[in-house]
């Protein structure tokens, strides 16, 4: 499959979203991933390129495109997967992904301290009380944490399957949707490794490594991190190991839990193996909502507005996998 390869003047106005240790993202607007999601252009810092495995980098472009039709459809809908490389000066400098869906964007905070942000799972993480008083995140109940779990465990276990590992599977790179049945999303996939290759040196989260030395981006660190992520939404804690707290929703749970930490990786459960007990849970998990006081407030659930462009405004589709997303179509579209 050929590579989409897009220069960086061809991307629009760019307009800065975030920064990062590795690059910063900017809006793409002359950009479609798929001819419907709008586009993110992530362009890595000029320390970071020395690093770059530009060949695994185009690896990972191309392969949506290698995979049966569902596969492929299903990743570009739950990842925000590289769809195209970006070069300016005639070299590599970052990459086009899909725009995070703005049903996983939010309202924390209250009064003047509002801010629009990403739905990501550290908000999860903190104590129910703290969320409700100061407007750091949703309530979630008992039972939506499970439903949560199950399908990341399924989203970690067909990754697995494909060759995907995730490596630095941590709250900072993960992001989740509200109501009863709650999805889970990933960003920064260009840190994931497919088929034992990385497009940058793996790095980890700081209180989210696998044990010392043990090798990174494995299905065993994986499975850890996935135990650890399990123990924490129960605990409502960035750093606690203690299980307790899991152990009052299942005792299964619990159990899955203590072996998801052993030192050994060939002896933690993998992702796959927590779905039965996980659906098993649900069934009795509690579904009683955390009550507020009068500080309390409500999350919003808001979404990036559409561009407001006129007529001769024009995008480029991008084609991230065969035949849903097939190759790059150089010519511009009109906007409709």
């Known amino acids: 499959m050929t590579v989409p390869r897009l220069r960086k003047d061809e991307l629009g106005p760019l307009a800065e979203l975030s920064q990062g240790g590795q690059g910063t993202v900017w809006k793409a607007p002359n950009v479609r991933v798929n001819r419907v999601w709008p586009a993110v252009f992530k362009e890595y810092h000029p320390h970071v390129l020395?690093?770059?495995?530009?060949?695994?980098?185009?690896?990972?472009?191309?392969?949506?495109?290698?995979?049966?039709?569902?596969?492929?459809?299903?990743?570009?809908?739950?990842?925000?997967?590289?769809?195209?490389?970006?070069?300016?000066?005639?070299?590599?400098?970052?990459?086009?992904?899909?725009?995070?869906?703005?049903?996983?964007?939010?309202?924390?905070?209250k009064g003047a301290h509002r801010q629009w942000k990403l739905q990501g799972v550290q908000f999860l993480l903190n104590p129910d009380s703290v969320n409700l008083l100061h407007g750091t995140g949703p309530a979630f109940t008992d039972r939506q944490r499970v439903r949560f779990l199950i399908d990341l465990a399924y989203t970690l276990a067909r990754l697995h399957t494909l060759g995907v590992v995730v490596g630095d599977l941590s709250p900072q790179n993960l992001l989740f949707s509200q109501g009863p049945e709650p999805t889970c999303f990933f960003i920064d996939c260009d840190a994931m490794r497919i088929h034992g290759r990385s497009a940058l040196p793996q790095a980890e989260t700081p209180d989210w490594q696998a044990p010392p030395g043990e090798p990174r981006a494995t299905t065993g660190s994986d499975s850890y991190k996935f135990a650890l992520l399990a123990i924490r939404l129960f605990a409502r804690t960035l750093t606690d190991t203690d299980s307790?707290?899991?152990?009052?929703?299942?005792?299964?749970?619990?159990?899955?839990?203590?072996?998801?930490?052993?030192?050994?990786?060939?002896?933690?459960?993998?992702?796959?193996?927590?779905?039965?007990?996980?659906?098993?849970?649900?069934?009795?998990?509690?579904?009683?909502?955390?009550?507020?006081?009068?500080?309390?407030?409500?999350?919003?659930?808001?979404?990036?507005?559409?561009?407001?462009?006129?007529?001769?405004?024009?995008?480029?589709?991008?084609?991230?996998?065969t035949p849903i997303i097939g190759s790059l179509i150089g010519a511009l579209l009109p906007w409709l």
Do not use: Y
Not at 59 to 79: C, H, N, Q, Y
């Open 50 to 109: 020395p690093d770059l495995d530009v060949t695994a980098l185009e690896t990972m472009v191309a392969f949506l495109g290698s995979l049966p039709e569902a596969d492929g459809k299903w990743i570009a809908d739950r990842l925000a997967w590289p769809a195209g490389l970006v070069t300016d000066a005639g070299k590599v400098c970052g990459f086009v992904m899909r725009e995070v869906p703005s049903e996983l964007h939010m309202v924390i905070g």
């Open 244 to 321: 307790t707290a899991i152990g009052t929703v299942s005792g299964q749970l619990w159990w899955l839990a203590q072996r998801g930490l052993l030192p050994q990786p060939s002896q933690r459960p993998s992702p796959g193996e927590w779905i039965g007990p996980l659906l098993e849970a649900a069934q009795t998990a509690s579904t009683v909502t955390p009550v507020p006081d009068q500080h309390a407030w409500t999350t919003s659930v808001v979404g990036a507005r559409a561009p407001t462009a006129g007529s001769d405004c024009l995008t480029m589709a991008l084609f991230m996998s």
